[in-house]
T-cell receptor, first 111, second 115 residues
Framework: DAKTTQPPSMDCAEGRAANLPCNHSTISGNEYVYWYRQIHSQGPQYIIHGLKNNETNEMASLIITEDRKSSTLILPHATLRDTAVYYCIVKGTYNTDKLIFGTGTRLQVFP | GAGVSQSPRYKVAKRGQDVALRCDPISGHVSLFWYQQALGQGPEFLTYFQNEAQLDKSGLPSDRFFAERPEGSVSTLKIQRTQQEDSAVYLC?????????????FGPGTRLTVL
């Protein structure tokens, strides 16, 4: 079973920041938080991951609370092409560890 | 560079037929995963290879499902005697050297419809 809880859907106006929350209250100390997204009819796409520090890359920022029980993915300036299902995943530290997807958050960006 | 490719992109099979789905991982990637995604659901793990060794097949739903990667590159997922409940998108992902935080790169998937 997925170790994360996400809202089923969210809306965001184009050009505004999209903040996608995720709860992972049972996360272990050596587990990472990963975010993937899946645009319609495509395979999942890696966005970002983190352990306990906040992370930023060219796609997004990841804010992890100090107790690590929740996190927020931030898309700073959402575009229509960011419309997708976003998955928050807790993953262990072994290379054999598969990704356990939940049902994700369907983000709709509107003009 | 080229990403993960899968073929065919779409497959229609009659119930009881055997199907074979192909995955070409990114060149040099050691790890290869297969996932199954039912309509409206997130992907679910099927099996994992490190080079040619199948290290985890705990997600295969029945003995009708079989996967192989004989030379440590291309992989094939075979489903025997397909059933309607096998209808899904089958996704393949690969990662570089199998380090704990290696990113999994996904292919576009094969949509299997069993009539």
């Amino acid at each position: 079973d997925a170790k994360t809880t996400q809202p089923p859907s969210m809306d965001c106006a184009e050009g505004r920041a999209a903040n996608l929350p995720c709860n992972h209250s049972t996360i272990s100390g050596n587990e990472y938080v990963y975010w993937y997204r899946q645009i319609h009819s495509q395979g999942p796409q890696y966005i970002i991951h983190g352990l306990k520090n906040n992370e930023t890359n060219e796609m997004a920022s990841l804010i992890i609370t100090e107790d690590r029980k929740s996190s927020t993915l931030i898309l700073p300036h959402a575009t229509l092409r960011d419309t997708a299902v976003y998955y928050c995943i807790v993953k262990g530290t072994y290379n054999t560890d598969k990704l356990i997807f939940g049902t994700g958050t369907r983000l709709q960006v509107f003009p | 560079g080229a990403g993960v490719s899968q073929s065919p992109r779409y497959k229609v099979a009659k119930r009881g037929q055997d199907v074979a789905l192909r995955c070409d991982p990114i060149s040099g990637h050691v790890s290869l995963f297969w996932y199954q995604q039912a309509l409206g659901q997130g992907p679910e793990f099927l099996t994992y290879f490190q080079n040619e060794a199948q290290l985890d097949k705990s997600g295969l739903p029945s003995d009708r499902f079989f996967a192989e990667r004989p030379e440590g590159s291309v992989s094939t997922l075979k489903i025997q005697r397909t059933q309607q409940e096998d209808s899904a998108v089958y996704l393949c992902a690969s990662s570089l050297v199998g380090l704990p935080t290696d990113t999994q790169y996904f292919g576009p998937g094969t949509r299997l419809t069993v009539l």
